[in-house]
């Protein structure tokens, strides 16, 4: 079967205006800790529990490196995603961005204040759950301001499709099977957290809170390092991880089109499962995927070889109508 690859949609910049927010936040990660001199105890406060009361440290080189990793990660990573994105879904990418940015540079400030002039770490101002919520308006609104700024974003149909159906005689049953290992975006990170959490658990001290997060991220990531789908006369199921869960599945009866689409990661967001408007995504690489539209639902896009095969076999199982 003749394949031909849909053109990629072209890259487009940020406006001046989608980038003051997210390059605000992200100078204020990387500058302001060194405004505070010699007012900070080493180490710092970094983490506080349910009471408010700091129950977690880190070296002060340590502590800025990390919020100013997650700060670069939430401030400028959805901005780089919006690039080949569709309208509705830049809009929500560089609302993430500014909500990001917003949130992390109003989080570092008040962590330096609770720290500042503290005798040690344990000595550190509170941070009250009232706090927190302060802290999540001011991104839900950061990232409305976004949304709106992003909204002349110009429109990238997804690049689609159809596929004639296969010859299905009368009686034939017919069953069509793919698998789609990830690539090194998904791999690397997930090793790379596994080994991080293994290290960090061998090592004593406080930074050892943060295990149970790496092993949820390193299970998280596992999952969307194998794909496999099955088309047959009962519908569409994707199953996810090595051990096939969780599984989505889509009856026949719900399937109103079916579509090859040329799938870039980025504009869906990233790679994993990806919830977009109109659109749900499971991204494991850049490439051709299977597209099916849902009655009632949002569409269902998958990444797997072969999905050309995949389309023309569910193509010829949907019943007429």
Do not use: C, K
């Amino acid at each position: 079967m003749t394949t031909t690859r849909p053109p990629r949609p072209p890259a487009v910049r940020p406006r001046p205006a989608e980038l003051v927010l997210p390059v605000a936040g992200l100078a204020v990660a990387a500058v302001l800790p060194f405004a505070y001199g010699g007012r900070l105890p080493d180490p710092v406060a970094s983490h506080w529990g349910f009471g408010g009361v700091p129950d977690g440290n880190l070296p002060i080189p340590v502590d800025h490196l990390v919020l100013l990793a997650a700060t670069l990660l939430v401030a400028l990573g959805p901005l780089l995603a919006a690039a080949r994105a569709d309208r509705a879904a830049a809009r929500v990418l560089v609302g993430l961005a500014h909500g990001g940015a917003a949130l992390f540079a109003l989080l570092r400030w008040w962590t330096l204040e609770a720290n500042a002039d503290a005798a040690t770490w344990r000595d550190a101002g509170p941070l009250l759950a009232g706090d927190v919520l302060v802290a999540l308006g001011v991104g839900v609104a950061a990232g409305l301001l976004g949304a709106w700024l992003a909204r002349t974003r110009p429109e990238h149909p997804p690049a689609t499709r159809t596929v004639a159906p296969v010859p299905v005689a009368p009686g034939d049953h017919v069953v069509w099977i793919g698998r789609q290992t990830a690539g090194p975006a998904l791999v690397v990170p997930a090793v790379a957290v596994v080994v991080a959490a293994f290290l960090v658990a061998i090592v004593p001290g406080p930074a050892a809170v943060v295990v149970p997060a790496l092993v949820v991220a390193a299970v998280a990531l596992a999952t969307f390092t194998r794909v496999a789908v099955d088309v047959s006369d009962r519908g569409l199921s994707v199953r996810l991880g090595p051990f096939g869960w969780p599984r989505i599945r889509v009856p026949l009866a719900e399937v109103t089109s079916v579509a090859v689409q040329h799938v870039e990661p980025m504009a869906h967001g990233g790679w994993g499962y990806r919830a977009m408007p109109g659109v749900r995504a499971v991204v494991v690489r850049r490439g051709e995927g299977l597209r099916v539209g849902r009655r009632g639902r949002a569409d269902l896009v998958v990444t797997v070889d072969g999905a050309e095969d995949a389309a023309a076999v569910l193509t010829a199982l949907i019943p007429p109508r």
